[in-house]
């Protein structure tokens, strides 16, 4: 079995975000494999370990990821492929099209992501890659077992739990609690180190320049404004509580 | 220049969503004189129309595709991008539900179009549409255009307001061609109980850590009940097991902006308040003067959350009595 993880790098969870000429400022910041990607890795190294696959790492993005890319290999997968993109312009739609002619055709029996990136918030390349390549989605899996070629999964809707089947090949998206992401061992990382990262540019890449040419455009980005610092209340506790409920209903009007 | 836009409605649990308005009332403002349609997949939708049309749209578009019965992604991309071509719309919007979020991307790149994905707000400037969407996990903003093609956005359910303006709204079946990509939905085991539905909930009782038990949400949901609100909960509740995960609000899980948020024995962790730091009043009890939680809190107690809770419930129980 051919697998694909589609990966992206980005700012720790934790990191502060600042800006810098009206642009997220990434300087100094701390990179990681987006959360959610990284419970693609965890799957795809369970299914090789259990049933026997060859497992492809792809990111786009700058040299910097390459980090990235060494950190999943270093979890097991074998080998990566990196587009190297340097620029900010490209949206969602110029993305997937660099993905969908960088993997098209090459047989690959399942694809795995993460169900959004926790930079951008929009959850749409994954997606957009399987409608592209005219193959079935499975979004936000928490379990994924297959059976030759059959695949059951269960997916979160809002709370909710979906059984869906679907044959190979077929495009899924993983959601918190699908697995527990592996931490790499030493011996991984050593390995990680002779595995081979496939680097072509984006601009090498054969789709045509309809298919390069961004559909949207960010105009500015900005931090919210500060919030004004609450009321912490204070006296008798049924004093609070009344004056609380005074407070929501006449002052904020909430209810 | 006016411009046709099409809503993409959605109901749940056998009710029209609260966001289908939002994206309906957005629709009037930003048609500027064009036609405003809807559309509503699954069986049975007809019977929805008269409710679709206090929200001022001029067509409802429904199909009785038996693909279209059962909700998947596929079968609902192919109908929509036909559709689109049909009504030849020049915006489209639909929520960011867990719906719109598996088709509003296929449907984008089935036709080669832009889609802004999560918005909080729509506004005009110069004649262009521009979107706000959080990014970071609503540490940071960002506007976005469309510099080619239609215009596509999901938007953030309770972020929008939902203006009434009744039309005669023409009832319209079409029949799309739709290719079968063989992915059966064997299952769905509803979790969620039963009423109001956390995305869009206008009040959320949400419980942390400090709750300490499962019974420990009791009081929690009593008051949610009283104040017809939803419970919530914060991971380190999920983790230790008190509640199920699809109760979770953060940054995984569920994103909410409810009107009143009360957090009960979260400590707020950056996590936690990216689920719901955009929420319009937020109130902390916590024993913990130092939690995190309420440099975010607009009102804050601090004090024991199984002493705190059930006297807000008596207090408000009384004041919405006398109202």
Sequence with gaps: ?255 | MSKNVLVVAETKNGKLRNVSFEALTIAQSVADGGEVAAVLFGSGAAAYLEEISRYGAARLYVSDHEALSTYTAEAYTQALASLIQEVQADIILMGNTAIGKEVAPRVAARMGMGLISDCTSVETNEGNLVFTRPIYAGKAFEKKTFCKGKEFATLRPNNFEKVIKPAQTELVSFQPEIQDLRKIVKEIVKKTAGGVDLSEAKIIVSGGRGVKSAEGFQPLRELAEVLGGAVGASRGACDAEYCDYSLQIGQTGKVVTPDLYIACGISGAIQHLAGMSSSKIIVAINKDPEAPIFQVADYGIVGDLFEVVPMLTKEFKKALVTS
């Design chain 1, 1 to 255: 079995m051919k697998i694909l993880v589609l990966l992206k790098q980005t700012f720790d969870t934790e990191e502060k975000i600042s800006l810098q000429n009206g642009k997220i400022n990434e300087q100094g910041v701390e990179f990681i494999i987006n959360p959610y990607d990284e419970y693609a890795v965890e799957e795809a190294m369970k299914l090789k370990e259990e049933l026997g696959a060859e497992v492809t790492i792809l990111t786009v993005g700058p040299s910097r990821t390459e980090s990235a890319l060494r950190t999943a290999l270093a979890m097991g997968a074998d080998k990566a492929l990196m587009i190297e993109y340097n620029g900010s312009e490209a949206d969602e739609y110029v993305i997937s099209n660099l993905i969908a002619a960088a993997i098209r055709n090459q047989g690959f029996d399942l694809i795995l992501g993460g169900y959004m990136a926790v930079d951008s918030g929009a959850g749409q390349i994954a997606i957009r890659v399987a409608e592209i390549l005219g193959i079935p989605q499975i979004a936000a899996i928490t379990k994924l077992s297959i059976v030759g070629r059959n695949a059951t999964a269960e997916r979160d809707v809002e709370g909710d739990l979906e059984t869906i089947e679907v044959e190979l090949p077929f495009l899924a998206t993983a959601q918190q609690g699908l697995n527990e992401p592996r931490y790499p061992s030493l011996p991984g990382i050593m390995k990680a180190k002779k595995k081979p990262i496939e680097k072509v540019l984006a601009d090498e890449l054969e789709i045509s320049n309809e298919e390069r040419s961004v559909r949207t455009e960010i105009l500015d980005q900005y931090l919210p404004p500060k919030k004004q610092a609450g009321q912490i209340l204070t006296g008798e506790m049924d004093h609070q509580v009344s004056e609380l409920v005074q407070l929501l209903r006449t002052k904020a009007k909430v209810i």
